[in-house]
């Protein structure tokens, strides 16, 4: 283990801060996750701790290199907003579906083919690629794409989709402003970026609405099995999760869209930087920065919200269209959306008693019941939900947060986190086993090969990485999450 970490229980630790200046860094993680975290994981993470503003900084269990900041991390910030430690798939998100359709009902794998070939009808995957790709998907013009990006989930958009205006209240942030907490702002940004040139560009990244993308991004259906706990069984209510019963699993985030706004971000400020001779820190351009009140800021935390806005609108679609799916192979299903949360953002919140912009880069909002932004939802007893991916061997699980969760800026982990690179899996790992380990467990895919940089084995240990979550006091098991068939394509990630 590196010297550097100093272990202070089961599953937590710290870093001291670079010259002991300011809090120490809090590590999240087990022995055996403690192994998985690199020199250059380390490296990044005391760099974060280093940069201009920033207060508090988290490192999860699956944290590993990432663009300037580690995914999996967590960095907090009065004055300051940095989009690196967001990421350039702005608001990658999870969104979890409850169908009424008891898993024996799907046991015959020719059902679960026609939904797998209804879904692939409705929803494309692959990088570019959109509705246009589809039989089914939904017909996007250019006018209803602007109303997405800047209105996010209002009613509007929710029934020009088709999408069920009340599921606008089971996401974490249904729409995103812009610094001043207005939508024309972001019509006012959104046009002067299609008037510079970007008009060209915009209709086919609206088209994308509904769409998962490629690399890590997938659609899974699931078992529901929630666990026997009276917490548990008191949470699994009042989230609609259904035992023994199937449920729908989505990860993804902007798309195109989204990247295209980071990456003219990373220009911008880069140009800034340049202009002005500021150094970067550690010297690293990816975590260029903006403080918060300058014309720069502005600029990014609008460019933000339209990809925010973006993602919402997409995986609530997503949802509809795999509800859609379902109804046309299972006629009678229903389903409603469970919650639909991100772990690329930046939110205000208020950290130590004063608001600070919290940069969740691969982690995922952790509040407790209790917690004054909880207030008046249905979540303010037992906390939200929180959506954890594992990997399809291992499942997934919906937790609920933890009052210790406040250790970590009430956050936690976004999943199991790779411990092994795209190349290095492909190096590594055998397409023959992965594809006969799957077929073992009785999971179906639309991939005539299962993605060898996405197999299992290509992530951490996902149950050390959950034993580190409960050992640390951060949030409980709910529900255990047992993949049935995968959507998912080889193409290369979004984020």
Known sequence: MNPSIHITGPSTAFIPAPNNAGKPITVIGNEAIRETFDDQTLSQIQNC???PGVTEVVLNPDAHVGYGAPIGCVMASPTHIYPGPVGVDIKC????????????????????RALIEAICERTPTGAGKGTRSVKKGRSIDAELGKKAVTQGASQEVCEALGIPPEWADRCED?????HDGCVSTLEERLDKMLHSGY????????????????????????????????????????????????????????????NDLAQRQFKALEAHFEK????????????????????????YLADMALGANFATVNHLLINQLVLEAFQEVLPGCK?????????????????????????????????????????DTPFSETGHPILLPGNPRDGSVVMAALPGAEKSCYSVNHGAGRTLGRKAAKRALDQNAVDTELDNYDILSNCRQYPIDEAPDAYKDFKE????????????????????????DASKADD
């Open 335 to 375: 389903g409603e959306l469970v919650y639909f949360i991100s772990h690329n953002i930046a939110r205000e919140e208020i950290v130590n008693g004063i608001p600070q912009w919290v940069h969740r880069k691969g982690a995922t909002r952790a509040f407790p019941g209790g917690h004054h932004a909880l207030k």
């Open 465 to 488: 990485v959950l034993d580190s979550v409960e050992e640390a006091e951060l949030a409980h098991q709910v529900a255990h999450l047992a993949a049935r068939f995968v959507i998912k």
């Open 49 to 51: 701790k280093a940069s």
């Open 174 to 178: 249904s729409v995103h402003f812009g």
């Open 93 to 112: 998100s999870m969104s979890l579906l409850q169908l009424d359709i008891p898993d024996d009902e799907i046991a015959d794998k020719r059902i679960r």
């Open 199 to 258: 008009h060209s560009r915009f209709l086919g990244k609206a088209q994308q609405l509904g769409s998962y993308g490629g690399g890590n991004h997938f659609g899974e259906c699931e078992k529901v099995t929630v666990k026997k706990t009276p917490a548990a069984q008191r949470a699994a209510e009042v989230f609609g999760l259904k035992n023994g019963k199937i449920a729908f699993l989505s990860h993804c985030g902007s798309r195109g869209l989204g």
């Open 276 to 299: 002005w001779n500021i150094p970067y820190p550690a010297g690293d351009k990816k975590l260029v920065y903006a403080p918060l009140g300058t014309p720069e800021g502005n600029a």
